[in-house]
Structure formats: C-alpha cells, structure tokens
DNA sequence: TTGAAAGCGCTACCAT
DNA sequence: ATGGTAGCGCTTTCAA
C-alpha cells in the first residue's frame, strides 16, 4: 500500500519548501502568484489532501464539534424522530461552515467527556440536560465553548438555545379551556411533581398549563399529572390511567409521539377523538399531520433549532459577536382534528 | 488559560520517561507493576487525557469512522425516522467499541470524500447508493474499509448490509393476492421504470412484487408503478393518481413513510381502508403500529441493520475474520389493520 | 517572496 | 524494566 502524499511530496515537485506549501493550502497570501499557481496546479495533479490530524496537532483547533445525546436504559439513543430533525438542522449548519459533527449518546450518570479532550472538540452541543444534572459540572471544566439546546440552565453566562415552552403550554391549555373544557390530563413525562422544577423544559411547560389554568380560574389539580415515559409506549399507556381520573375530557401531552400513543389506545378502548376526548401534543413532528385523526399541537420548527444551536455555537468559536446568548425560539399552536368543544 | 497536560508532565511527575507513560496507557504490559501504579495514580491526579490526535498522527488509526448519508434537494437529510433507527444501531455498536463516529450528509454529485483522507477516518458506512453511481469509483480509490448498507452492489468484493428486499416484497405481494387483491398499486419512489434496476432496494422490491405476481398468473401492468418520492408527501399526492387507475383495490407502499401519506388522502378523500383500499407499508417504522389504522407492513429490524453494519465495519478496521461479506437480514409481514379482503 | 527549523503529543524502535 | 529519540504532517516564527 503506498504511503499517502504528504505536503513533502508535493514541496518537492513544485521545489518549494514545505512552508510555502503551507502558505498556499491556508492562504495566507505572501506567496507569488506564480509559484502559487503551480503548487495548486501540483496539489491537484498528486491528489493531495491535507493531514487535518496533523494540523489539528499543531493549531489544537479540529473543526470538529460534538453533539451529545442522552442515551436510554439499554445504552440507546432515544427513538423519537424529533432527535433526527434536530440534528438535520446541526449537521447542515455544520456543514455549511465547513465543521463536522461527532455524534455521541452518553450515559449523563457516568459520562465524563474524555473525548472532547481527547479529540480535541471545538465545540459542544448538548441536548436536553437540567440544572443540577451531573454533567453541567463536568461540561464546565471542559472549558470549551458549548450550547445547551432545551436544557434551561439558570445562570446567563450559558449559550441556550430554547423554546417558548410556557407560552407554548400556555398557549395549548387556553386553547383547550377555549373549547370548553377544564378537566386536563398532561403528560409530562417520567417525572415525580416535585422533581419537575428540576427538567427544565418539562417544568416550563408545566408552568405554562398552571398558568393558563390560574387565568380561567380554574383550580390546579395534580392528580392530572400522568408521570410516564415521553414516547409512544408512554402515551399508549397514560390513557388506562387517564380513564380512571374523573371527568377528563382533554389531554395535553407535552410530546407528539406521546399524543399518538394516547390516540392508539382511546381508539382501541373506543373512545371518540375529539368528540369525547380532545388531545393535543407538542413539537409538531412532520409525521403529526399525517396521523388520523391529525394532530392537533404546538409547532416548533426543530431543524431551525438545530441550526440556530451550531451557528451560535460556530460562532462562539469563530469569536463572532453574538447578539445574546440565550435565544428562544418561538412556538405556535396548529389546530388540526384531535381537538374540539367539551361535551359537556 | 492553562496549558493542557501531556504526557511529559505524567512522565515528569513520575520520575520516568514518556516511554514507560506511553506503555502503561497503551497497556503494552513490560512496565513494573509498581511504576505502573504509580503512573496510573498520576494520570489521575492531574487528570491527564491522551491526546488522540497526536496518537493518530503516529499510528494512522483515528478510531473515528464516517456514516454518510445522501441528502435532498436543499442539501437537507431525508426526513425519514428509518435513518434516525439505522444511526441508532451504528452509533450504539460503535460505542461500545470505543469507536466515535462522524455523521455526514453528502451530495452524491458531487462529494469527492476528501474528508475520509483529511480526517484519517477508518472506516465508511455508506447509505443507499447504487451500482453505476459516480460515488462507488471515488469511494474504491479510498482504499479503507467500507460498509455498504442497503446498496446492492454487484461485486462480491463489496462489504454489504441488505435485506431481503425481494422476499419481503413478494411476501407482501402474495399476501395481498391470497386477499383477493390482483390490482395492486405500488409506490417504488422517484425512479422511472426503465431506472429501477439502476436502484438496487426499490429494484428488488419491484422484482419481488412482480415474482408474487407471476406465481399467481396475474398480468404486469406497469401502470401500477406510480413514480413520486419516498415520503409522506409523496405518499399522498400518489393516491389521486391512483384513483385514476381502473379497478386498483390495494396500494403497496415501499416505504412505511410513502403509506402513511396514503392513508391521509385515502382518508381526506373518504376511501375506506381497508375496506376499499388496502394499504400495506415496507419498514415497520416504531410509529408504525401506531397510525389509524396500524399499518400493515413488511417489517425489518432497523436499529439491528445499523448493528450489523458497524459491526462489519469494525471487524474489519480489526483485521477479525468476516465469514461472509454480504449479510441480508430477515424480513416478516407484519398483519395489522390496513390490509383485507378485496372487496371484488 | 521564500526557506529553515522548531515543535505540537504521541508511539515505536532500539538501547541499556 | 526502562529510557532516548526519531519522526508522524503540519504550522509558525524568524531569518534571509
């Protein structure tokens, strides 16, 4: 197997130094135009590619960011699409400046980020971690620039990227109380009540729903807390729990695929999507407006997420200015045929 | 900002030479257990980390493999959680042998995959490409180990990941038939008729529909093939082209994606499935079993696809013996409740 | 405008 | 069992 052209090789040929060679490559002018001619010209003719290790060896920047997954119990990253749209997003941004992208599940229980040391990351994005996680101290020695993305993190010295997640909730729960009804079931996710002030996104929107309760005089109850996994299995099973509470006529799941579990299994039980039970979801998966009846939930643009995240997080890198460092995106509620007037 | 720690400032600590360091880190054994020890306490102490970069700068082995993934028109992945389940399976294989790995969406026109030699990446999974593509030339000339997964390339010397593609779609077929179905529509994605044998899955596919076909005496008739993209949207706008088509009675999908939009229309249109229409998708998608109806599809296991394709590829890096070079996982009609009788 | 050379952090060979 | 050192391919300073 020949051994791969190095910038050497391609000094040689041109009988420049390999210095000259590098002034090329990195355009740092100060060469001749003519002479800069030729060595591109030899460039191309050897197929020579530059050794970005070596470079990286030598400037300690890689062009390489990471991107870090929570993983569930087997070791597996989480099977909602959202993460796939996410990272459409990032991996685009990222590719448009020239970066790639490391994708990583961690375990936030026994991660200790070696790789970004190890691999000499540039950059981090880290998805869906909480105040008072393990991980916040870790990532803090790392000492590289970072974005959170739905992670809620108090202290403003934090690049974030967010959503209007109260308002979101706010927006969802008005809606529902708008048609009527006031018995609402959520589905926060997998979360003791007193635990949510500490996941972040799941205790905004939980705020959001109380908010939007408190404005209709309507008083709060925690028994319509369904505590389950956020997923469709999740949601699938909420609804047993869901028909054993009083009076429920709405369902607000803080996730789609948690809405479209709760659609399986009222329309097994033979319960009427909306007429007798009006359910709303969140996030506004592509696949949301194909299911049947179509669902009703507050929108977020998620590949505008992911790329709102890698070009803050390129730019902290890059020593850009950035405007601000916590950003939230905004939501929108989309009406569609899960939800209708309380029957009563 | 201080300095990051080197493997000198281990070795000086210790009293040893970056040799033994570098012995004891790579466990290369021939170190006293005692400094051995010793050094490991240290390490700990200062909390040192390998530099990997300058490692693979030495033993050209980066430890680091590339998944590439062909993007769409706006250079935007393919929004089809198939690929999300497929990454899943790679990135939890590679994981847990300490691989890390580099996602990339890449135009197919014109990717040169400077990145594979810049990176010193190890390996390559490659998505969905085809014989004759312009990729295959320059992906040979890499010269590193590769993993093709649903590829169908006709060399034996090729490392593939398929399915049993034509089975699958011959059992869907003939399941459709033992229904009473012979009109059935199929939606093979974007690719002329005359193409199809250019694009191995949806060829095969094909060639499995027309295998069921024959066997039961029924007529090709390639008026059935209806030509729109792999996807919800495409699914949907099939279906008035199909309800132009005389006597269609049952639509089989290559894709749980393409179905499902063919279930919107179906239903916006008020065509009963599966009452008129039967409908039967390819993927089992984990949403799958939860649209209404449950789709009906020929099931394979997606995240084990991505196991199996890392696992292949890293046997490979390894130099472990590969008792066969073309792996084709099992497929399994899935019976659920947008399939029956035809209603002739 | 160009070149010589140091050195990034590490591994691996050869000595001791 | 341990150490000295060349050198991986590149960038960068300094000198010419």
Redesign the interface.
Same mark, same amino acid.
């Given at each position: 197997?020949k051994k %791969?052209i190095s910038i050497v090789d391609v000094a040689e040929e041109a009988g420049v130094s390999i210095a000259t060679v590098s002034n090329v490559i990195n355009q740092k002018g100060r060469v001749s135009e003519k002479t800069r001619k030729k060595i591109l010209q030899i460039i191309d003719n050897l197929g020579y @590619?530059? /050794?970005?290790? !070596?470079r /990286?060896?030598k400037t300690r920047r890689?062009d $390489?960011i990471g991107m870090v997954i929570p993983?569930m119990k087997p =070791?597996?990253?989480q099977?909602n699409?959202f993460?796939? %749209?996410l990272? !459409?997003g990032v991996?685009?941004g990222a590719? %448009?400046r020239r970066f790639? +992208? +490391?994708?990583? =599940?961690i375990d936030e229980a026994t991660e200790t980020f070696?790789?970004v040391?190890?691999?000499?990351l540039d950059g981090l994005i880290v998805v869906g971690t909480n105040e008072g996680s393990q991980v916040i101290e870790r990532l803090n020695k790392l /000492?590289i620039p970072i974005v959170f993305v739905d992670s809620y993190l108090a202290s403003d010295e934090y690049y974030q990227v967010c959503l209007e997640d109260r308002y979101g909730s706010y927006c969802a729960t008005k809606y529902l109380i708008e048609l009527g009804h006031s018995k609402i079931a959520i589905l926060t996710g997998e979360v003791p009540e007193d635990q949510l002030p500490n996941y972040g996104v799941l205790h905004e929107r939980w705020l959001g729903y109380k908010d939007a309760l408190a404005e209709a005089g309507i008083a709060y109850d925690s028994q319509m807390i369904i505590q389950l996994p956020t997923s $469709?299995e999740g949601g699938?099973r909420s609804v047993d729990r869901i028909l054993q509470l009083t009076d429920v006529t709405a369902v607000f799941s803080f996730s789609d695929?948690g809405a479209?579990?709760v659609?399986?299994r009222m329309?097994e039980l033979g319960k009427k999507v909306p007429e007798e039970y009006s359910v709303i979801g969140f996030d506004n998966l592509? +696949?949301s /407006?194909?299911?049947?009846? @179509?669902l009703t939930t507050v929108a977020q643009d998620i590949?505008q997420k992911g790329k709102a995240a890698v070009t803050m997080l390129l730019d902290q890198i890059d020593g850009n200015h950035i405007p601000q460092r916590k950003v939230s995106l905004s939501v929108d509620v989309v009406e569609r045929e899960t939800t209708g007037p309380c029957k009563w």
């Open positions: 197997m %791969d @590619t530059p /050794n970005l290790t !070596a /990286n060896l890689s $390489l993983v =070791g597996r990253m099977d699409p993460y796939w %749209d990272l !459409a991996e685009e590719r %448009d790639h +992208i +490391i994708l990583m =599940g070696s790789f040391k190890e691999r000499q /000492n $469709l699938y695929v479209m579990g659609l399986k329309k592509f +696949i /407006n194909y299911t049947s009846p @179509t590949v």
